[in-house]
Antibody
Framework: QVQLQESGPGLVKPSETLSLTCTVS????????WSWIRQPAGKGLEWIGR???????NYNPSLKSRVTMSVDTSKNQFSLKLSSVTAADTAVYYC?????????WGQGTLVTVSS | DIQMTQSPSSLSASVGDRVTITCRAS??????LNWYQQKPGKAPKLLIY???SLQSGVPSRFSGSGSGTDFTLTISSLQPEDFATYYC??????????FGQGTKLEIK
């Protein structure tokens, strides 16, 4: 059974960079697309972007200038960096496997942007 | 980018009812439409992929239909555990895998 686990700081200061890692267990990270998705409290889901195990990426146009994703196949991990954060970036961040739909999800991690 | 519009935004129903949620895309997305269920404090769960294919382990009372711009999720007989928020999501355009705004299904 594939499992995903997000990790990273729960508190980030405004203007700094949010960094999260997703560790995949129970299966190989290879040959799939992997995505980050976020959800502000009480609101809907926003797709941030996706990365293939080759390192190829696609980002949400509204976030593209601030997003960088990377993958480390040797560690079965992929990562998200979101720069110049503001309070509007406060949300639960999920990592997910993009197959036919997002079929496996992490439990989510709350990231708060505050000084 | 492709906009996804769900209706209704909220819905009250009773156990045993048949419920339909609709999702409309701003342009044709063929059958690249997925449905999710989300309960409070939990990650979304994939129910239906490719518009009408039931994800493994999902009860058969859930079904999906549609293609092009108009799609529906149907729950044939509501169970207590089905009260949740439902989202549609298009996977047609890698410029943005957009989600609908959600439909909250509440107990009447």
């Amino acid at each position: 059974q594939v499992q995903l686990q997000e990790s990273g700081p729960g508190l980030v200061k405004p203007s700094e960079t949010l960094s999260l890692t997703c560790t995949v267990s129970g299966g190989s990270i290879s040959s799939y697309y992997w995505s980050w998705i976020r959800q502000p409290a009480g609101k809907g889901l926003e797709w941030i972007g996706r990365i293939y195990t080759s390192g190829s990426t696609n980002y949400n146009p509204s976030l593209k200038s601030r997003v960088t994703m990377s993958v480390d196949t040797s560690k079965n991990q992929f990562s998200l960096k979101l720069s110049s954060v503001t309070a509007a970036d406060t949300a639960v961040y999920y990592c997910a496997r993009a197959n036919w739909g997002f079929d496996y999800w992490g439990q989510g991690t709350l990231v708060t942007v505050s000084s | 980018d492709i906009q996804m519009t769900q209706s209704p935004s909220s819905l009250s129903a009773s156990v045993g009812d048949r419920v339909t949620i609709t999702c409309r895309a701003s342009q044709s997305i063929s059958s690249y439409l997925n449905w999710y269920q989300q309960k409070p404090g939990k990650a979304p769960k994939l129910l239906i992929y490719a518009a009408s294919s039931l994800q493994s382990g999902v009860p058969s009372r859930f079904s999906g239909s549609g293609s092009g711009t108009d799609f529906t999720l149907t729950i044939s007989s509501l169970q207590p555990e089905d009260f949740a928020t439902y989202y549609c999501q298009q996977s047609y355009s890698t410029l943005g895998y957009t989600f609908g705004q959600g439909t909250k299904l509440e107990i009447k």
